[in-house]
């Protein structure tokens, strides 16, 4: 018999992203995300800003295969809840229904537009997902690392557990989404069989690290004000990652930490 740990190596990954407004990161976050799953489904909540700009300059000049991109915020996935259709909640419930349909046994994993995964991110939420007793309801939130700029974090800050930034789950289990009890705005995991709910589940945090958070990096926050301590990327010699990956990603904006604050430049690349 083949146990779970020996299934969850052969299936398909699905990644989503859900984008609103998202121009300063997208790009980035694509060049980390496609180059680790074997479908990037980009699904936008109404973005107005240069988020699809970037998103086909990527396409044009990275010409991945395994990327689609879909505009849904027209689509109300819960008419009856008087909520705005571009909140989290539904915006993920969105997401998670087109992955599944796309991959109905593949491994789910949902990113943050913001967020820049670490070269090993896959390896590392693989490692988590093989330990599951009943994957059938189990899922993971993954840390990040907030950055101010591509070498700068914060000092205080440095692992945050902000959950739905990385986040897997099996697509073929009795997993959906609905928006939590106390905050309909915010998403949570439930289990549910033959469309009923059985049950609401507890978040499960993990503190394993699988990316930088940019957390600020959007024009509505280009006057971002550092408050709390900082440190550079380079002198934290705790942390296994490639300390120079920021640097070697496209962005287009140029941050840059001065005298405690951040400025920010347009990049013509």
């Not at 591509?150 to 609905?178: C, M, R, V």
């Not at 934290?236 to 951040?262: C, H, Q, T, W, Y």
């Amino acid at each position: 018999m083949t146990t779970w740990k020996e299934f969850s190596k052969t299936v398909p990954w699905i990644a989503t992203i859900e984008t609103n407004n998202n121009d300063w990161t997208i790009y980035a976050c694509l060049q980390q995300a496609t180059k680790q799953f074997n479908a990037v489904l980009v699904v936008d909540n109404g973005s107005t800003d240069k988020t699809f700009l970037e998103i086909d300059r990527f396409v044009r000049r990275e010409k991945p295969k395994n990327l689609q991109i879909f505009d849904l915020n027209s689509f109300d996935v819960w008419p009856d809840l008087q909520l705005d259709r571009k909140i989290k909640s539904k915006s993920s419930f969105r997401a998670f229904s087109i992955a599944k349909k796309i991959a109905t046994k593949g491994m789910w994993v949902s990113i943050d537009p913001s967020i820049i995964l670490f070269d090993d991110a896959r390896i590392k939420i693989q490692s988590h997902i093989e330990e599951w007793i009943d994957p059938f309801k189990s899922y993971n939130h993954f840390n990040s690392i907030r950055v101010i700029d591509p070498w700068t974090i914060q000092k205080h800050q440095e692992f945050t557990e902000d959950n739905w930034k990385i986040t897997s789950a099996w697509l073929g289990g009795n997993l959906s989404i609905a928006p939590n009890a106390s905050n309909q705005q915010i998403p949570q995991f439930v289990t549910v069989k033959d469309n009923f709910l059985l049950e609401e589940k507890e978040n499960e945090k993990i503190v394993s690290t699988c990316g930088f958070n940019l957390f600020s990096y959007k024009e509505s926050q280009k006057n971002f004000q550092i408050l709390e301590q900082t440190t550079k990327i380079s002198s934290e010699i705790n942390l296994n990652i490639d300390k120079n990956l920021m640097s070697k990603l496209r962005f287009p904006v140029v941050a840059k930490l001065i005298e405690g604050k951040r400025e920010v430049y347009q990049c013509d690349w």
